[in-house]
């Protein structure tokens, strides 16, 4: 009788310490605060198991990336309530630095951000003449927020790239259209960006945002390309999967890392609003592109042949999407846009 009594005794006793470690696991799991990750760790790796992913609808977006598209598809990477779900190479690996093209607008409009609330910019109404002389009261009258958002009408000649003076060449050509009265995308305009950043900061653009916002995040060693003694405010930046996957993580975060507030959530909440509205579900914030369907916002850096940064808040999500550059792949560009529509809603909301 004392036998069994003391088998029963230790049963229950194992047990229970099955149930409290399997409980503590779920704690632990469930302790990951994605709104504050040091993005100077690697990330927590997940898994399609994870709660609130549609694994059967998940897995079947991945294996039905086709051949055509895997010709063009360089990575995938996906974040989840701050977990690294998915990590593919196509092409290369965790090393390969692929040009990121225009989402270099969105990194420099970062540092915008930074540049203005620890007041070495009075703000976004800032004038271009501050920094130039223009030869027109039109022109004079472009402020930053123009540039920003795309309303400037400075032209689209890429053709700055290649002068002796390439500021010179983008202030001498005429506008397209009175400032603020219209929307055009314009690579030239964000060069100007550039150069007045290294006005305003006696640095390189690069030196001012590895400073102030890509080393802070854990974004160290990649590459940007100048243009006479200027950063390519354009394009430009070559990262790599994980860097494209801290930058927006760090968005999603609200401009912190860790316990750190590195950029103004303020400024993170205006720039990926719709702050010039195509129509009911499209805009455009601070060189951030913006898609709504009722109150589910999701926000993308983009750039040329491929190249995304998407941030869902209410989803905890954050895909992003690398690239090989060849022109006019519209077919590919609609599909992979297409695809990311669909991965998105293999993903519950979270708040």
């Not at 898609?291 to 808040?313: E, H, L, M």
Request: aromatic share 14%; with cysteine.
């Amino acid at each position: 009788m004392i036998n069994k009594l003391y088998f029963i005794i230790i049963f229950f006793f194992v047990s229970c310490s099955e149930i409290d470690e399997n409980e503590v696991e779920s704690s632990a799991e469930d302790l990951i605060d994605w709104t504050s990750i040091d993005l100077t760790n690697d990330f927590a790796v997940g898994n399609f198991d994870e709660k609130g992913i549609n694994k059967t609808k998940l897995q079947a977006e991945l294996d039905n990336i086709s051949d055509f598209f895997r010709s063009d598809l360089y990575s995938l990477g996906v974040l989840y309530k701050g977990k690294l779900i998915i990590e593919n190479y196509y092409s290369g690996n965790a090393d390969s630095r692929r040009p990121i093209w225009s989402i270099t607008k969105s990194v420099l409009s970062s540092g915008y951000g930074h540049l203005i609330y620890n007041n070495q910019l009075l703000n976004t109404e800032t004038p271009l003449s501050l920094f130039y002389s223009l030869d027109t009261a039109e022109k004079s009258s472009i402020n930053i927020g123009n540039l920003l958002m795309m309303n400037s009408g400075v032209g689209d000649n890429l053709g700055y790239v290649s002068k002796s003076d390439p500021i010179q060449y983008i202030l001498s050509e005429p506008l397209t259209f009175s400032p603020g009265t219209w929307w055009a995308y314009t690579s030239a305009g964000t060069h100007l960006l550039s150069d007045i950043m290294t006005k305003a900061t006696g640095q390189t653009t690069k030196d001012y945002l590895d400073k102030h916002i890509l080393n802070p995040i854990g974004i160290y060693s990649y590459d940007w390309e100048s243009i006479k003694e200027v950063h390519n405010g354009g394009f430009g930046i070559n990262f790599r999967l994980l860097d494209m996957l801290r930058f927006g993580q760090f968005y999603l975060q609200k401009g912190k890392s860790g316990n750190k507030q590195i950029l103004s959530q303020e400024w993170v909440d205006i720039s990926t609003q719709g702050l010039v509205n195509f129509n009911a579900e499209r805009g455009y914030g601070f060189l951030w592109w913006i898609d709504k369907k009722g109150d589910d916002i999701t926000y993308s850096a983009r750039g040329y042949s491929g190249q995304f940064i998407v941030v869902n808040p209410k989803r905890a999500l954050v895909i992003c999407v690398s690239s090989r550059t060849r022109n006019n792949n519209f077919d590919y560009l609609n599909g992979i846009d297409s695809f990311i529509k669909q991965l998105i809603n293999s993903f519950d909301i979270v708040q």
